[in-house]
DNA sequence: TTGGATGCAAAAGTTTTGCACGGTT
DNA sequence: AACCGTGCAAAACTTTTGCATCCAA
């Protein structure tokens, strides 16, 4: 299982938990709050706490197999597997579906951007909000 | 005092804290939290509860005079003077200071990615990261 | 065996809410 | 006078932390 062998190069234990907290991630195409990993955790009799979800994610996070992403209009954190490169997000204003956009509409704009501003460019964060075509429907 | 038009027109009362607050935002040029704004308020000796914080800056928001920034990295909610237009901001990992870009790179894309999707597009969000020239200096 | 991982409970921090009172219009 | 705005206290909610215990390596 290539989960853990993710684990293990980075140096974290092979435990149930953060096997699990993978495999949803891994799974799921849309990026999950942590009190609903709890919820499905449980639910598929793999008890965990709170405290261990959020440590579970922070690890994750820090190890740079999970990315933590800060929505507006979201009150909590999300989070989702690292699939590696770079990510712009569509989001539904009507359900909150999250569509990942693959091309980055901003290559080039950063080597402009440090001309203009003597600033070292580290990264950015660009996410677009509309409509899905069934919440159009539904209005 | 056009501030006390502003709250006006948009049906909301007139009251010390709420003009206060408004000229505390339109006088910075830095996103401020709920949190600075309490300190700063009743450092003026304009006493104001956390409560008619929050609430205040909800209903300035809600009248769009506002606009509440969720930025990743940052733990509490920003919130700056509604200059109108379209913003994006360039977000310095060091010092954590805000600069905002006044051209957007994204003129264009937006009926693009329509196109692509069959998405309305409502708007979007983008942030980018970097170092300013004070902290490349103190590295 | 040993250090990392977890559970539990409690704390921290931001934001929200209920209710009574006070101020603006 | 009517109704909106405010203060206070308590609650809601997400996230963090301390400490004892447990388990993977």
Same mark, same amino acid.
């Given at each position: 299982?290539?989960?853990v062998d993710d684990l293990r190069r980075n140096g974290l234990r092979n *435990?149930?938990?953060?096997t699990a907290i993978l495999d949803i991630l891994e799974q799921s195409d849309q990026p999950v709050a942590a009190? &609903?990993?709890?919820?499905e955790l449980n639910e598929k009799d793999i008890t965990v706490s709170f405290s261990t979800v959020y440590r579970t994610l922070e690890?994750? *996070?820090d190890k740079k197999l999970v990315t933590k992403l800060i929505i507006a209009g979201e009150d909590k954190a999300l989070f989702?597997?690292?699939r590696m490169g770079h &990510?712009?997000?569509l989001i539904c204003l009507g359900c909150k579906r999250i569509l990942a956009? #693959?091309?980055?509409p901003l290559e080039g704009?950063? #080597?402009t951007l440090k001309k203009e501003t003597d600033y070292v460019i580290a990264g950015h964060k660009l996410n677009i909000y509309g409509y899905c075509p069934d919440c159009q429907k539904n209005e």
């Open positions: 299982m290539d989960i *435990t149930k938990c953060r009190d &609903r990993l709890f919820r690890a994750l *996070t989702e597997y690292n &990510r712009h997000y956009i #693959e091309h980055c704009y950063e #080597e």
